[in-house]
């Protein structure tokens, strides 16, 4: 199968359909492990982009977070969410078709805070210094849940040095 011409026909379908022209298509050992269109117009979920949903299909169906061994064909470079979770997925190899500068004159988006041109330069800024408001309310509380966390979960430097010894 041709898993190119898949990602760009679930686009253009999308499209045909009212929805956004962005699709991703999983792949791992040769087969398809999921494949979605973006799906924000249709459901008004602004998190609906298509790596988003394709990597949620896939994970379910592996029972994990991981992605490992996958390839993941993307329409466009993704954006900066994408991206995010595309890095956190941990495929072996993300393949996109167009890249922001060769889609830019073709597609615009009615956000707010985006343009294609500025939305990476954006993410580099300092939290205080970008034009998203954004405020940061310290809480030890919220300190804590992390503390709690590594208590449950992550071995300290007595636990590994204890692991390490055979004790």
Known sequence: MDFI????????QNVA?????FATVIVRDGEI???????????????????????REACAKLGTEHLVGATIYVLAHPC?????????????????LTTREEYAPHYADDRRYFELATFY???AKPWQDRRLPMRHEPREEARAVYRFWQERNAPGPLAAALETSGM
């Open 5 to 12: 011409q898949r990602t760009v026909d679930l686009a253009r």
């Open 17 to 21: 359909e009212g929805g956004r022209p």
């Open 33 to 55: 492990l999921a494949e979605s269109a973006n799906k924000v117009a249709q459901t008004g979920d602004p998190t609906a982009h298509a790596e988003i949903l394709a990597i």
């Open 80 to 96: 900066p969410m994408c991206l995010g979770s595309l890095y956190y997925c941990s495929p072996d190899e993300v393949v996109f």
């Open 121 to 123: 330069d954006e993410f």
